[in-house]
């Protein structure tokens, strides 16, 4: 895959990556209070009775960047890539555009609605330089059973023969798949490199938000590096999540280690409130397939196997 391939097939996927892991397809049903609307930004108290659910949302959160991993060959079968094959469809496209050095191109989309594509300074290189940037507006776009709206761009902060990095912007950034809505508003800066036996992503992010369903989450102070060594990975991440549940904080020490598609089976993520409570997942079971999760609430202790199936719901 060239690089200009490479650069669009991370932009249009690692969109629908970003919602679908922050916003829609979390199932956050406990016993904890919750705001609806606005965000929740109290202080989450992490007890029996919501400790697991705050643990499988803080896995999730963290863990959409090792999917992005994959998504710089733009595989398939990484969980988060497009939803829909015509986003393959669209990278041919917006490709095609750069080839033949055009500046703005209009989209329209498989089911209805368009996408405008605005190319800046890619004139008359051939190649995409640092300092390129391009910007994405969707007006009802409608693809496979998805409908987007709103801005997404990206910024090329460097480029070079097998790495790059560039941030990534969302404007109201909409995707509606079925009942679901999941909006965006923010940005992240995403690295990566390859040298053909290794493969590293990182991601930075200050600030990003988003509404899924009237329920907000927000992510702040987010740094993530997963490396991929074949069919094994490293991933470490530390972040603050702000969600209806409350604010946390997530350390990833040690680094999870593991091979693709299954739970790590090296490493320790800890979830902690300002209060002193604590859950923690441990993937040292000596089982591929489950994880060890610890609650302290202050008063009491308490430990369950988690099944990684529900970590990866």
């Not at 679901?180 to 290794?198: C, H, K, P, R, V």
């Not at 490396?227 to 990833?252: E, K």
């Amino acid at each position: 895959m060239n690089i200009q391939t490479r650069f669009l097939a991370i932009a249009v996927a690692a969109s629908f990556a970003l919602i679908t892991a922050c916003g829609g397809g979390d199932d956050i049903n406990d016993n904890s209070s919750s705001s609806s609307g606005d965000g929740n930004t109290s202080a989450a108290q992490i007890d029996s009775t919501n400790g697991k659910n705050l643990a499988v949302n803080a896995y999730d959160k963290a863990f959409f960047i090792r999917d992005l991993g994959g998504l710089t060959s733009l595989a398939p079968a990484v969980n988060g890539a497009p939803k829909s094959a015509s986003s393959t469809s669209m990278i041919t496209q917006l490709r095609g555009a750069i080839a033949n050095k055009t500046t703005e191109l209009d989209i329209t989309c498989t089911g209805g609605g368009t996408l405008q594509i605005i190319f800046d300074d890619l004139v008359p290189e051939d190649m995409p330089s640092a300092g390129d940037s391009f910007t994405v507006t969707a007006r009802n776009c409608i693809e496979g059973p998805d409908t987007l709206n709103g801005v997404f761009s990206f910024v090329i902060d460097s480029v070079n023969e097998g790495s790059g990095s560039f941030t990534f912007s969302f404007t109201n950034f909409s995707v509606i798949s079925g009942a679901d809505t999941d909006t965006a508003n923010g940005s992240m800066t995403i690295a990566f490199s390859n040298n053909g036996l290794t493969e590293t992503t990182s991601i930075t992010i200050v600030s990003l938000t988003v509404t899924s369903n009237s329920e907000m989450f927000s992510l702040t102070n987010y740094s993530a590096v997963v490396t991929v060594t074949g069919s094994a990975y490293t991933y470490d991440a530390d972040y603050m999540l702000a969600s209806p549940q409350g604010q946390i904080t997530v350390i990833t020490d040690p680094a999870f280690q593991g091979i693709s598609n299954l739970c790590p089976t090296v490493g320790t993520m800890t979830i902690s409130a300002s209060d002193g409570s604590l859950a923690i997942l441990n993937a040292d079971t000596g089982d591929p397939n489950t994880m060890l999760l610890t609650i302290n609430d202050g008063a009491a202790t308490t430990t369950e196997t988690v099944n990684c199936n529900e970590l990866n719901s």
